[in-house]
C-alpha cells in the first residue's frame, strides 16, 4: 500500500510491513455493456426460459461431461490468452474488450455479462478489491495484482476459472500472497475424490493459508456448475461443516480468496465490488473439477 505522507513513519512501517507496497483501488468510469450477436446461444437468465436446479447434487453422465470439459478448455485457452496481455498501462476494460471478444469468435456467451445485472463480461479485480471487480478504464500500473475471472456459456454448458496476474513488478509480499493462494487449491485439489467430505476442501484450504500466515475470506464460496452457472454443491474455502460426500460425475468450483489482513469485505455502492475492509491486497485463483473414479481431473487446465 502507497501510505499518504500526513501518517507518521511509525504507523507508516507498520502498513508497509503488514500489507507490502501497492495502490489502493477503487471503481472509476467504464463502457457501456458490450453486445453479444443474436447466433450466440445464451444462457437461461438471458433467454428468459427458467432452468430448474436442484437441491440435489447433479451426477453427470459422459454426455454431460462431454460438454463441459468444451466449455472448460475454452474458458482455460481464453485466460492464458490474458497472459502476454496483461502489462502496465492497459485498463480492465481492455480486458473485458479481449475476453468479449475470443469468447464470440469461439461461439460462446461471457457468462458474466448481464447474470443478476453484472455489466460487463468478466470480473477483474485489482488489489484490494477482492471478487466481482467491474472493469473500468483504471490503467493497470507496475506493482499491481489483478485476478481476472472467466466464465462461457459453451454449447449448453459453462467453464468457469480464474488467475491472479502480476503486472510488473510486483513486492515480495505480493507475490507471496499469489503464490500462497495458487498453493492452497492445488492443495485442495490434491485431496479431492470418491467418497471425500466436501467440507476437507475448507480445512486443506484453511490449514494451507495458516501455514502461510494468511486469512481466508470466508464470504466468497465454490459451487457446483453445469448448463447452470451455480448449483449445489457448495464449496467453502476455509473451516466449515457442509455435508455430503464427492461421488464420480460431480462438477464444481473450487476459488480460493486470501489476503495480509481482514477476513472482512464491504460491497460498494456499485452493488457487486467487494473490496478488503483494510484495503489489504486479496488474490484469488480457480479451476473447475470432476470428480472421476479415481480422483479428480482439472477442467480448466
Request: charged share 20%; glycine share 8%.
Amino acid at each position: 500500500m502507497r501510505i499518504p505522507k500526513a501518517l507518521n513513519p511509525r504507523l507508516q512501517k507498520q502498513l508497509l510491513k503488514r500489507f507490502g507496497v501497492y495502490d489502493k483501488v477503487l471503481p472509476v468510469n467504464t463502457t457501456p455493456s458490450r453486445t453479444v450477436p443474436e447466433h450466440i446461444p445464451k444462457p437461461d437468465y438471458i433467454t428468459g426460459n427458467p432452468l430448474y436446479i436442484g437441491k440435489k447434487i447433479e451426477i453427470k453422465n459422459e454426455e454431460q461431461i462431454t460438454g463441459m470439459r468444451c466449455s472448460c478448455q475454452l474458458a482455460a485457452n481464453i485466460l492464458k490468452r490474458l497472459d502476454p496481455f496483461i502489462q502496465p498501462g492497459v485498463t480492465t476494460d481492455d480486458i473485458d474488450e479481449l475476453v468479449h471478444a475470443l469468447s464470440i469468435d469461439a461461439g460462446a456467451y461471457p457468462s458474466p455479462l448481464h447474470y443478476k445485472g453484472f455489466p460487463k463480461s468478466v470480473c477483474t479485480s485489482v488489489n484490494n478489491v477482492a471478487v466481482h471487480g467491474i472493469p473500468d478504464l483504471r490503467p493497470l500500473i507496475s506493482g499491481d495484482i489483478v485476478n481476472v475471472d472467466i466464465t462461457v456459456f459453451y454449447k449448453g454448458y459453462h467453464g468457469d476459472c480464474s488467475k491472479t496476474f502480476l503486472v510488473g513488478d510486483v513486492d515480495d509480499k505480493g507475490l507471496h500472497l499469489v503464490q500462497a493462494t495458487e498453493d492452497c487449491l492445488d492443495q485442495a485439489i490434491k485431496i479431492c475424490g470418491p467418497g471425500v467430505p466436501f467440507c476437507d476442501i475448507g480445512l486443506r484450504i484453511y490449514r494451507v493459508a495458516k501455514k502461510h500466515k494468511l486469512t481466508v475470506l470466508p464470504a466468497f464460496i465454490g459451487h457446483g456448475i453445469g448448463s447452470y452457472f451455480h448449483g449445489p454443491p457448495e464449496i467453502h474455502h476455509t473451516l466449515n461443516h457442509y455435508p455430503g460426500l464427492m461421488q464420480p460425475g460431480m462438477t464444481f468450483t473450487i476459488e480460493p480468496v486470501l489476503s495480509h489482513g481482514s477476513e472482512y469485505t464491504v460491497i460498494l455502492n456499485d452493488g457487486w465490488t467487494a473490496v478488503t475492509e483494510d484495503n489489504s491486497r486479496a488474490a484469488q485463483v480457480e479451476h473447475t473439477i470432476l470428480i472421476t473414479n479415481d480422483g479428480a481431473e482439472i477442467l480448466t487446465k
